[in-house]
């Protein structure tokens, strides 16, 4: 039995500022990269930290809605798959390149654009999606919402008891079996 599988899931940040491309077939592309960072203690007890840099496309509305709303910096999480680029160069050498193409793209909040409620840029959470050709593509837009506030933990509220009525509980000294 074969078994294949595509899939890629990463959340990090813009490495720069969404390229966008209207092809001649009236398809939108976006090329974008992304900083994923690593971070884990080694052997001597020391914190290290890695950044791999990727390429992203993307294609369809989603590259629409990550070109209007998305800069460098901004925090992404992103579903999709490997695809490898291959090609020649100008020296006739073979050339290739893997990159993700990303079929869903959620935009996560970020500090630098958190703002009271009412400001601009604060909003609640926005989905919106096309499709081109077989597959559909996403992006979820979020931002700060009261949602995200944490809430106090509401009090059990107690009820007047008639006299006399059983109330669960039995006050002698035997155990309940």
Known sequence: MTFNLNSVTLAGNLTR??????????????NFGLAVNRRWKGPDGEFKEETTFIDVESWGRTAELVGQYLTKGSPVYLEGRLKL????????????KLKVVANTVQF??????????GEAGASDAAVASGATGDESHAVAVAGPS?????????????????AGAYTG?????QPPF
Do not use: C, F, Y
């Open 17 to 30: 500022d969404p390229e966008i491309r209207n092809l001649p077939s009236d398809q939108m592309v976006v």
């Open 85 to 96: 680029d291959q090609w020649q160069d100008k020296d006739n050498q073979k050339r290739s």
């Open 108 to 117: 996560l909040p970020s500090n630098r654009n958190r703002g009271a409620p």
């Open 146 to 162: 009261h949602a995200d506030a944490p809430r106090p933990k509401p009090r059990p509220q107690r009820t007047a008891e008639p």
């Open 169 to 173: 509980r039995d006050l002698t000294d």
